[in-house]
């Protein structure tokens, strides 16, 4: 019912950046929150960052200053901006989206299949 394509991943040295994005489709009527969640080998899924339907945003502490999220809810598409990019920043980087598919009452999340983010030192 819902597609998400992420894409943007990638190998990159410290001190680099990246941007990934990720597309929403399908028969989704709205969307709450969109955002990104990293898992890095041997550690539990830890969210990155999400944007709210009004633009409030949320990153956690040890991206702020270096990553950037945003949206374009014409597109359906979320963004995450990384700068000063970190060797522990090496992740699988995963995108959800919080909506309301047609037909249903209530929301759900959704999930994109993963992109990986490689910071060598």
């Known amino acids: 019912q819902v597609q998400l394509v992420e894409s943007g991943g990638g190998l990159v040295q410290a001190g680099g950046s990246l941007r990934l994005s990720c597309a929403a489709s399908g028969s989704i009527r709205s969307i709450n929150a969109m955002g990104w969640y990293r898992q890095a080998p041997g550690k539990p899924r830890e969210l990155v960052a999400a944007v709210a339907s009004g633009g409030t945003t949320n990153l956690r502490d040890s991206v702020k200053g270096r990553f950037t999220i945003s949206r374009d809810n014409a597109q359906k598409t979320v963004y995450l901006q990384m700068n000063s990019l970190k060797p522990e920043d090496t992740a699988v980087y995963y995108c959800?989206?919080?909506?309301?598919?047609?037909?249903?009452?209530?929301?759900?999340?959704?999930w994109g299949q993963g992109t990986q983010v490689t910071v060598s030192s």
């Open positions: 959800y989206v919080r909506g309301v598919v047609f037909g249903r009452a209530g929301s759900d999340d959704y």
